[in-house]
T-cell receptor, first 116, second 109 residues
Framework: EAGVTQFPSHSVIEKGQTVTLRCDPI?????LYWYRRVMGKEIKFLLH????????ESGMPNNRFLAERTGGTYSTLKVQPAELEDSGVYFC??????????????FGSGTRLTVV | LAKTTQPISMDSYEGQEVNITCSHN???????ITWYQQFPSQGPRFIIQ???TKVTNEVASLFIPADRKSSTLSLPRVSLSDTAVYYC??????????FGSGTRLQVQP
């Protein structure tokens, strides 16, 4: 089966511009998570979707970040306007509901965002 | 949330067994212990999960004592390709994961 796919793999934008990251979870996985690693820091949780509903968005840093998951399939994370401190690697993960103890969460390879 | 403590780094040689221990003194009753592996430029990859005693799969073994205040990931006969960062994470399967700094394992020839 296909894994979690993230697009683009890399993005370089100027401060003030808008960027949209996309995540395609494994088909049938209701849970979808966004995480972020800022340079030199630990991987931090951003938000959690269950199907199309936001279950937990306590990790979203501010209102410049907007996540959607229309139809409960793929998800997008938009940063508008981007700031220098938004640079980092954005990971998406998915899991079935309830999670399969033998497989855990499946992560994508991430999108490396650089804001200059 | 349970706080975990792992060694920052470990070194090993090919063919050796590597044991990485994680402390989680205040782990919750409904938390499982999961371990993830991460290579550079990739997302974390699930290795193994357990609740108590010993769990083994084709990749690793996980030992969790009765008090569940620690766990040990055992990698048999490591190879160069096992060089990665390893994360110990409490998980209920119903909330997001909380990553720490992990253990950077360097396997040398």
């Amino acid at each position: 089966e296909a894994g979690v796919t993230q697009f683009p793999s890399h993005s370089v934008i100027e401060k003030g511009q808008t960027v949209t990251l996309r995540c395609d979870p494994i088909s049938g996985h209701d849970n979808l998570y966004w995480y972020r690693r800022v340079m030199g820091k630990e991987i931090k949780f951003l938000l959690h979707f269950v199907k199309e509903s936001k279950q937990d968005e306590s990790g979203m840093p501010n209102n410049r970040f907007l996540a959607e998951r229309t139809g409960g399939t793929y998800s997008t994370l938009k940063v508008q306007p981007a700031e220098l401190e938004d640079s980092g690697v954005y990971f998406c993960a998915s899991s079935p509901r309830p999670m399969d103890a033998n497989y855990g969460y499946t992560f994508g390879s991430g999108t490396r965002l650089t804001v200059v | 949330l349970a706080k975990t403590t792992q060694p920052i780094s470990m070194d090993s040689y090919e063919g050796q067994e590597v044991n990485i221990t994680c402390s989680h003194n205040n782990i919750a009753t409904n938390d499982y212990i999961t371990w993830y592996q991460q290579f550079p430029s990739q997302g974390p990859r699930f290795i193994i999960q357990g609740y108590k005693t010993k769990v083994t799969n084709e990749v690793a073994s996980l030992f969790i004592p009765a008090d569940r205040k620690s766990s040990t990931l055992s990698l048999p006969r490591v190879s160069l390709s096992d060089t990665a960062v390893y994360y110990c994470l409490p998980d209920t399967g119903r909330r997001a994961l909380t990553f720490g700094s992990g253990t950077r394992l360097q396997v040398q020839p």
